[in-house]
DNA sequence: ACCTGAACACCGTTCAAGT
DNA sequence: ACCTGAACACCGTTCAAGT
């Protein structure tokens, strides 16, 4: 009808590009899982053959770290007035949410190598906020440790108590909660429940930004 | 020759079993990768077509988590006479070493669920180390819960910086020292080398046993 | 009881061909 | 420039059939 250069086919879609096809593999993999993205499946959830994604992604490593991005994305170091340590727990706060929010997805975060370029990026900007708490390299790479591997830690563990796994053997979890046989672990069961991990993560922050607060000093 | 009840073919095998098909998937993961593992190549490695595996296991969720529990034999609680808190420590340090001697199937800890009845077995008897220091169950659910994320995000780290991976993106680790773009990265990358992790590792031990310490007293 | 062979419904990726 | 179709070499799993 129009003058302009429309697509004759009836559902004329928007053409591809990495970051909605970034935001199409997050969706999938939130609603169905990581192992189950295909990029067949990928491609018609587009509209199109999962073929055509080789033009804009190498292969699918590249398009799971745009995934990636996404996340990191959903997790940027916080600026504003706030003091710089208060930030610097917000951005690991979020972090923690981030896997709540895609429980599937996080998976990539602890298992991806950062190479990308935002990546990268994310990086720098996350350790310019260690850099304002006061942490010379040496600190901001133990703090980093001990802080980054406790929040992937525990929320890759809060994952596996939120979500249901469903190719496991046959033993039930009503197990964890036979005192016969596992009195210790049914008594420790009841304090990681859902509603306390609120309280069990705040735990660990507390205690390692604690250690941080002792051993800096702002600039 | 003999009279028993030999197997007329050439390359008699030694019937299969649960546990034996679980070493050979580990040695299979631990040289092609976790994600390389296929029923069909496990069967051809233990002399045998892929479909026989069904009779052992359920399926390949089956499968894994057995491999798992083979881990867990190699970071059993240890038993001894030092001190408790001791042990609770050198049982965490083992999960490291696991994590270094199977980077690639280490990621089964954080990722399946714990429904055998070894792996139940094996909380049980870490719990018990948690009593034996001094914790109540709420205790034990905390510190379990920092120790252990700490613990498995922080080898997930390390495993990243050891080990390389093939698919991603074409940017190069040359980037992490180009200072000029990412002064930071630069800098802190220096202290995360390999020759400096275990060093790493211990401040982050060292903080949380410090406050184990603190508030417990050993029963 | 234990294993095989064929089949089904999928994968990631390549590549010539279309428009 | 962007997408398609067919093909290749794989997957996990089921199931009837063999021994």
Redesign the interface.
């Known amino acids: 009808m129009s003058d302009s250069a429309r697509k004759s086919r009836p559902a004329a879609r928007a053409p591809l590009d990495r970051r909605r096809i970034a935001q199409t593999a997050l969706q999938l993999i939130d609603h169905h899982g990581l192992a189950r993205l295909s990029m067949r499946q990928l491609g018609s959830a587009l509209g199109v053959e999962g073929m055509a994604l080789y033009h804009h992604f190498?292969?699918?490593?590249?398009l799971l770290?745009a995934v990636l991005e996404l996340l990191l994305e959903e997790m940027e170091p916080a600026i504003g007035l706030e003091p710089p340590i208060e930030r610097l727990r917000q951005t690991f706060e979020a972090c923690r949410q981030v896997a709540i929010r895609h429980p599937h997805a996080f998976?990539l975060l602890?298992?991806?190598?950062f190479?990308?370029?935002a990546a990268?990026?994310y990086?720098?900007r996350l350790?310019?906020l260690?850099?304002e708490v006061g942490c010379d390299?040496?600190q901001?790479?133990?703090f980093?440790?001990?802080l980054?591997?406790?929040?992937?830690?525990?929320?890759?563990?809060e994952i596996?108590s939120r979500a249901k796994?469903?190719?496991?053997?046959?033993?039930?979890?009503e197990?964890?909660s036979d005192p016969e046989?596992?009195?210790?672990?049914s008594?420790?069961a009841?304090?990681?429940q859902v509603e306390?991990l609120d309280a069990?993560?705040g735990?660990?922050m507390d205690?390692?930004f604690a250690?941080l607060r002792e051993q800096t000093s702002p600039i």
Not at 58 to 62: C, N, P
Not at 148 to 157: K, M, P, R, W
Request: glycine fraction near 10%.
């Open positions: 190498h292969g699918k490593g590249e770290d998976l602890p298992t991806r190598r190479n990308t370029e990268l990026n990086y720098e350790l310019g260690f850099r390299a040496e901001s790479a133990r980093f440790r001990v980054a591997g406790f929040v992937t830690g525990a929320s890759l563990a596996g796994q469903p190719d496991a053997t046959p033993i039930r979890l197990n964890f046989r596992y009195p210790l672990v008594a420790v009841l304090h990681l306390r069990i993560f735990f660990g205690l390692i250690a």
